[in-house]
């Protein structure tokens, strides 16, 4: 019978111990909004948000660096309030809801800012096209009531949509556009730490 070499021992068990260390937190949907804003008719905004979604974030650190984040977002229950609004970015015009369900986001990069501030880099995908983009982030702490251990965070990006390819527009008669091209995405999560 063959010695496993030494080396190998102390890889296998230096993997082990990092797998060990590593934590995964879950999205509590009961205390968690996903909030989008965008210009309209040049003079307001439009609110809107989505009662389906799930995420989770895997940490190995303290700091949060290693930090691996998902979530994603049903695009079937988004809420701007109006039926006939909700439909029309539900269709082909803008999200396409029947071909693409979901938009989707993965982390490549988690740097620290401050205290307790960061940048997460990422992959966004909505109507099946990928984009890089950055969220500022805040976290807001950690604690255990109820014998649960919670983390709630703040993130806030702005994307470009046609680069989405929500391209659909009207002009209006004072000059620009129904609908603006910058979509502001605000997320107040609170995480969930998992056995």
Same mark, same amino acid.
């Given at each position: 019978m ?5 080396i190998f ?9 990092l *797998?060990?260390q590593?934590q %995964?937190? $879950?999205?509590d949907? !009961? ?13 307001s ?12 974030? @895997? ?6 660096t290693?930090?691996?984040? $998902?979530?994603? !977002?049903?695009?079937?229950? @988004?809420d701007?309030?109006?039926?006939? *609004? ?6 082909e ?8 369900? $979901?938009m ?11 205290t307790?501030?960061y940048?997460? %880099? ?7 096209i ?6 500022? !982030?805040?976290?807001?702490g950690?604690?255990t009531?109820?014998?649960t251990q ?10 470009n ?11 209006? $008669?004072t000059?620009?556009?129904?609908v603006?091209?910058? @979509?502001?995405?605000?997320? %107040? !999560?609170e ?5």
């Amino acid at each position: 019978m063959r010695k496993i070499p030494w080396i190998f021992l102390l890889i296998a068990t230096a993997l082990l111990s990092l *797998r060990a260390q590593s934590q %995964t937190w $879950e999205i509590d949907p !009961a205390h968690t909004s996903v909030q989008f804003g965008v210009k309209h008719m040049v003079i307001s905004e439009v609110t809107g948000k989505f009662h389906e979604f799930s995420g989770k974030v @895997i940490i190995s650190e303290d700091d949060f660096t290693s930090a691996q984040i $998902e979530g994603s !977002a049903k695009i079937g229950s @988004i809420d701007t309030g109006n039926e006939r *609004r909700d439909g029309h970015l539900k269709s082909e015009d803008f999200f396409y809801a029947e071909k693409y369900p $979901e938009m989707t986001f993965k982390s490549t990069k988690v740097e620290k800012t401050g205290t307790d501030t960061y940048q997460i %880099t990422g992959d966004l995908t909505i109507r099946g096209i990928t984009k890089t983009v950055v969220f500022d !982030a805040k976290h807001g702490g950690t604690i255990t009531a109820f014998g649960t251990q919670r983390m709630g965070w703040q993130a806030t990006t702005t994307i470009n949509r046609f680069d989405f390819g929500l391209h659909w527009n009207k002009t209006i $008669e004072t000059g620009g556009f129904i609908v603006g091209d910058k @979509i502001k995405i605000n997320i %107040t !999560a609170e995480f969930i730490k998992q056995d």
